[in-house]
């Protein structure tokens, strides 16, 4: 299915030029036509809400789109119409920005095309506002569609308590097929057969995601706000590069701008890769991008364990600590501050800080070379002892996380605790459950819950001690960490009321064949005012 096109020859044109690299008559290669991928909405505002469809003609020409907007589930009650086109130009991804809606009402949705045919009839939810009682939002991140069934997408659009879903990124995953996983689970094939790189290949792997039934029911019955994460462009993005990019893959900036567009044309991302999206008097919830807008490079603590503890001791005195290490950059920083404090002084009693990596620290403990299995590879055992040295000497492993930024990260929850907010943090990336509670300067500031992985695989694949076990290793080596597991996969939920915001961590049972049947959560709550969680 794939054209023959010399890659190198192509890559080394586009870099030469400046246009964005794109390979020609693509634009129909998803096969069949018509309404080839479900109906989804995002960008909420008050009154206002972007909705999306995917519909390729039989000739291949572009199409006008019709979309009507209901306030029942029959479309009976039309309210308002809007229409996109569907084209070449955006792979046959179509977005209608309709506005003058009600605000905070569910309503119905449907596009027709010029012969008739229609789409599937999907549901969603502008931003309430005034005053509002609860609120129950989704988190999800971390859907490598080879390692399994995305359980977690279908247990959450089956549900009738939720309002908004927010995705954290790793949404996809850019890797050559049997990379990460090598085995790819049966019925768990993606397109296209590389790793991809220019803009069609970022839209077909998309497309072979979207073709989901679960990815499809629970864009179809929920708003979305997707925040990408490294994987949408390739892995460990920072602003010049990606540790998965390399210098015969064309030129960075060009891969980038082609994986934004790609993740707009898919999930409506809005220009700026942050935002503030109020909810009544209740809640704002505050995107950020920490990958592709300013992020300095991660800093290569490995070397330093390899160079002993003269290096070690170099790197934890070095760049590691310096004021101008940035993971959002100075202008993100200065928004994120004025936004954070408006939102507290327009009213609103809690601030999700929605955001990709874990903000915690998490330093491993001695016992933790017990953890691993009998059968650990090399890999495995190297990660567990350079993450031992590094803790021995104050230094958290992971340096692609907040860890990897701790002056940034201070001046991020000096901006909280400045504006009195009552944030709540949340993040993705690591695929294992988390929470944590944050002080500065002695004083509670936030409380985070980072959400487990959809399907990719987290520490249980090279720990194979009781997760019981490794939870009390860990709360024991690092400060701040209230709680956590390293084996399961699934998502959580945030309940929102003036009172308190609860956590509910959901796990599947598994991703091994198609089941919502869910394992013993966790919960927290969070009081207002308090800005620390407790175990629930
Ligand atoms: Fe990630």
Not at 174 to 200: N, S, T
Request: hydrophobic share 40%; charged share 20%; aromatic share 8%.
């Amino acid at each position: 299915m794939r054209p023959a096109i010399d890659r190198r020859a192509f890559l080394t044109a586009t870099a030469a030029g400046l246009i964005l690299p794109v390979r020609p008559a693509l634009a129909r290669l998803w096969p069949g036509s018509g309404f080839t991928h479900g109906v989804a909405s995002g960008d909420p505002a008050a009154g206002a809400i972007t909705l999306w469809t995917r519909y390729a003609s039989v000739t291949g020409a572009a199409a006008t789109l019709k979309v009507e907007v209901a306030e029942d589930a029959g479309l009976t009650r039309i309210i308002a119409r809007g229409e996109a086109v569907a084209g070449a130009e955006t792979w046959g991804t179509a977005q209608a920005r309709i506005t003058g809606l009600p605000d905070g009402r569910w309503l119905w949705y449907r596009f027709t095309a010029p012969d008739g045919s229609q789409s599937t009839i999907g549901r969603t939810r502008t931003l309430p506002s005034g005053k509002l009682d609860q609120m129950k939002i989704a988190v999800l991140s971390c859907s490598n569609r080879p390692f399994g069934h995305f359980n977690a997408y279908a247990h959450a659009a089956a549900r009738d308590d939720i309002d908004l879903v927010i995705h954290l990124g790793d949404y996809i995953y850019e890797y050559q097929p049997r990379v990460y996983p090598e085995v790819v689970m049966p019925g768990r094939e993606i397109l296209p057969a590389d790793e991809i790189i220019m803009i069609d290949d970022y839209r077909q792997r998309y497309a072979s995601y979207r073709a989901d039934p679960a990815l499809q029911a629970i864009h179809a019955r929920f708003p979305m706000i997707a925040i990408w994460d490294d994987h949408e462009f390739a892995n460990d993005t920072w602003k010049g590069g990606a540790q998965n990019h390399q210098d015969n893959e064309g030129v960075w900036n060009l891969r980038r701008d082609a994986a934004v567009k790609a993740h707009r044309e898919w999930l409506m991302s809005p220009e700026r890769p942050y935002q503030r999206y109020d909810f009544g008097n209740l809640l704002s919830v505050m995107t950020l991008d920490t990958r592709m807008t300013a992020r300095d490079k991660q800093l290569d603590l490995n070397a330093a364990l390899r160079g002993g503890p003269d290096a070690i001791k170099a790197f934890a005195g070095g760049e590691w600590q310096s004021p101008t290490r940035t993971i959002l950059g100075s202008e993100q920083e200065a928004w994120f501050a004025s936004e954070i404090a408006a939102s507290v002084k327009s009213g609103q009693r809690w601030q999700l800080v929605a955001q990709q990596v874990v903000m915690g620290d998490i330093f491993t403990p001695k016992q933790a070379v017990e953890w691993l299995g009998p059968d650990a590879d090399a890999r495995a055992k190297a990660y567990v002892q350079g993450g031992l040295m590094a803790a021995q000497a104050g230094i958290p492993g992971a340096q692609d996380m907040w860890s990897g930024y701790p002056q940034a990260r201070r001046r991020l929850l000096k901006a909280m605790a400045d504006a009195g907010a009552n944030p709540i943090v949340i993040a993705g990336d690591s695929h294992n459950a988390w929470a944590f509670n944050h002080r500065l300067d002695n004083k509670p500031v936030a409380a985070e819950f980072g959400v487990q992985s959809v399907t990719s695989p987290g520490y249980e694949q090279s720990l194979k001690a009781d997760p019981a076990v490794i939870r009390g290793g860990l709360l024991q080596s690092s400060p701040g960490l209230a709680w956590c597991d390293t084996s399961r996969r699934g998502y959580l939920t945030l309940t929102f009321t003036p009172a308190e915001t609860r956590c509910d961590f959901v796990f599947m049972e598994t991703i091994q064949t198609v089941s919502t049947a869910t394992s013993i959560g966790q919960a927290a709550v969070v009081k207002h005012g308090k800005r620390q969680m407790t175990l629930a």
